[in-house]
């Protein structure tokens, strides 16, 4: 028994060890991959290293303006998705109401629809209404599949919530808009940020239900790799994929630094 | 039947000014009355409590006096104005909540600070209160401290404090002793009543405890199944309940059958254990031929193999039991008719009869009650033909916390 021990948690080990790199190879390669110095148009087999990539981010333009317009797209769908989201996750789960149960089931039901079917429908839904495709079409879809995310998100945070709080606030004089300032919000807060940042990562990532309503005009960072990489793969590319995966990961971070501040403070 | 607040309040109380009228309040959820006919007054500086077990109606009468429910009919008025629509925020009514609900993301100031800061005083003045209410609760070296961080009887008292602090015509009390032990509670008790003089708020109690409302209150309303069953002093509720519920919600009685054989002046002649006797009540309620209970307080009763005073009334029966309690012995007896007794007698050292002795179980002519039966035969109530030989609602020790 006592000399299994130590084999068994070393297969553990090296199966756990196995398991993250299954996980984390294909972003590590991004990360090594945004300091090649292609030999090519396709920065897909190691050259030699360079920080020139990095010192010119920027340099393809047509990458450069699909960035922005994603960061555009993913900024208002985020903000809308939240408020919307999160006002949803909050009746959801304050109130009573007929057909509560219904409403949560149609809440789930964009996480399970494929994204080809949802993308081939809102085609045909702008495409019947004759509405053109372009940017709009583009933030009114990612609102939409960021709608639900946003909502179970913060319904998980919201669930739990002392509700008695918001009667105290109220009992001491606080009008229902200030209770929900003063109490509600702060309180919630972290499920909303976590929702808003999730949001914003969906509305960026998004290829296929986009290249279904984007039209030719509008053009996401997603897309513009995908429709060139017949042709290129700039280490631009592996450059800003790398910049934003720190975003995301320096985010989290402050996150949960935040939260082991606030749980560490002294008795 | 609803008991009037006239007709048991004392008078030094009826002269104050009314703080709270409930005014024929009944609230329905669906089809369920949580709150029947209720009717009566609070007076300036009262410590008021409604005392009942779970599910009574004593919380959504609280919670109706607070705003956050709304009477189905009836009307509820705050020094003589109707407040029974006013939403909460705008009633000069705080309250101290079973789980305190102290908002975890500020500190103990702030929290305090809340009510003010709402009813936008300004800078000076909240802290002038926020610092005085610190003061009353004892808690000045905790004003920087996250509620988190402090015991359950140091949240009781920010709990306190912030529903002080806005000086409110009345401040309501939902359990809030209800989450802490005994030991704390008993401290709180003295404490909420120390408080309440310092302050002079009326104060109105909520709770299932009835030692707890015994030791508070100067008066209590009784409560079951959505009906106020009784409203007086402590002492009246204990010594003259006006039914079989409140007697046995309210410490030990031993409750027996009894039929009405006849009215004397200031007298009402009874039959109960085959034996006729007088209670020294003129009950109008119950005519002759009606069948009613009759009560005595376990400690009002004597138990002796000789009777040694011929003025009180007697029984003869048989010492099923013994059980020395410390300051009293309780002795289970059985009668005649196969009704059990409870007696508490003091615990002297010698000459106490033991099991199986024939005894004289006797009280005074003022230890008798007779009841009228209740309207609504209850759970506590409708099997006693014989009491306390369940465990029903008749034992002095707090019972179960509710919820």
Redesign the interface.
């Known amino acids: 028994m006592s000399d299994k021990r130590p084999f068994r948690s070393r297969i553990l080990g090296l199966w756990t060890l196995g398991v993250y790199l299954w996980l984390f190879a294909p972003i590590v390669v991004v990360v090594i991959f945004s300091f090649n110095s292609p030999a090519g148009k396709f920065n897909t087999s190691w050259n030699k290293f360079t920080l020139d990539n990095w010192a010119h981010p920027f340099r393809k333009a047509d990458y450069t303006e699909a960035l922005i317009t994603s960061l555009q797209v993913a900024a208002v769908a985020c903000l809308v998705a939240t408020i919307f989201g999160g006002l949803m996750a909050l009746a959801t789960s304050r109130y009573e109401f007929r057909g509560k149960g219904l409403v949560n089931f149609i809440l789930v039901l964009p996480l399970t629809t494929p994204e080809i079917v949802m993308g081939s429908s809102l085609f045909t839904l702008f495409f019947a209404r004759d509405v053109s495709f372009g940017f709009t079409t583009v933030v009114i879809a990612h609102i939409l599949f960021c709608l639900s995310f946003v909502a179970l998100t913060v319904q998980a945070r919201v669930r739990g919530f002392?509700w008695?709080?918001e009667?105290?606030?109220?009992?001491?004089?606080?009008?229902?808009w200030?209770?929900f300032r003063?109490?509600t919000f702060?309180?919630i807060l972290p499920g909303i940020a976590a929702a808003g940042l999730l949001s914003f990562a969906l509305s960026i990532d998004d290829y296929i239900i986009t290249s279904f309503i984007a039209g030719d005009q509008t053009t996401t960072f997603p897309m513009r790799i995908f429709n060139a990489n017949k042709t290129e793969i700039p280490a631009q590319v592996h450059v800003i994929a790398t910049a934003l995966l720190f975003i995301a990961i320096s985010l989290m971070a402050i996150g949960a630094w935040r939260t082991v501040r606030r749980n560490a403070?002294p008795? | 039947m609803t008991v009037s607040e006239k007709d048991n309040a004392t008078p030094s109380l009826s002269q104050r000014r009314a703080v709270i009228e409930i005014d024929n309040v009944s609230k329905v959820f669906g089809d369920y009355v949580a709150v029947e006919h209720a009717n009566f007054t609070i007076h300036e500086g009262e410590f008021f409590s409604m005392l009942g077990p779970s599910g009574c109606g004593k919380t959504t009468t609280l919670r109706m006096i607070?705003?956050?429910e709304t009477p189905t009919t009836g009307a509820i008025r705050l020094e003589g104005s109707d407040v029974s629509r006013v939403?909460?925020?705008?009633r000069d009514?705080?309250?101290v909540?079973?789980?305190y609900?102290?908002?975890?993301?500020m500190t103990v100031w702030d929290n305090i600070a809340?009510?003010p800061r709402?009813?936008k005083l300004d800078k000076a003045e909240t802290a002038r209160r926020v610092d005085e209410m610190l003061e009353v609760v004892r808690l000045g070296d905790f004003a920087k401290r996250?509620p988190?961080?402090l015991s359950g009887g140091q949240q009781q008292r920010v709990a306190l404090a912030?529903?002080l602090v806005?000086y409110p015509k009345a401040l309501l009390l939902d359990e809030p002793l209800g989450a802490l032990d005994l030991k704390l509670r008993q401290g709180m008790q003295l404490e909420l009543k120390r408080i309440q003089r310092e302050v002079g708020i009326t104060f109105i109690f909520v709770t299932h405890d009835q030692e707890e409302a015994l030791t508070m209150s100067d008066r209590i309303a009784v409560m079951n199944a959505g009906r106020v069953e009784q409203i007086g002093t402590p002492r009246e509720i204990y010594d003259r309940p006006s039914n079989v519920f409140v007697a046995g919600f309210i410490g030990q009685a031993n409750l027996w059958p009894a039929t009405v054989k006849g009215h004397k002046p200031n007298a009402t002649t009874v039959e109960v254990a085959g034996r006729t006797l007088d209670v020294s009540q003129d009950d109008s309620a119950l005519g002759v031929g009606d069948s009613g209970t009759f009560m005595v307080r376990p400690e009002r009763m004597y138990v002796e193999q000789q009777l040694s005073d011929e003025s009180r009334w007697t029984v003869v029966g048989t010492v099923a039991e013994m059980v020395f309690q410390g300051p009293v012995v309780r002795y289970e007896l059985v009668l005649p008719d196969g009704a059990h007794a409870v007696a508490h007698v003091p615990a002297r050292r010698e000459g106490l009869p033991v099991p199986g002795d024939t005894v004289h179980a006797s009280w005074a002519d003022d230890a008798g009650v007779l009841l009228a039966d209740p309207h609504n035969a209850s759970p506590a109530t409708s099997s006693n033909t014989s009491s306390n030989t369940s465990p029903t609602a008749t034992e002095p020790e707090p019972k179960e916390t509710e919820q």
């Open positions: 002392d008695s709080l009667d105290a606030a109220m009992d001491l004089g606080s009008t229902p200030r209770t003063t109490v702060p309180l403070t008795a | 607070a705003g956050f939403p909460p925020h705008k009514v705080n309250t909540f079973q789980q609900a102290l908002f975890p993301h809340y009510g709402a009813k996250k988190t961080q912030r529903a806005n």
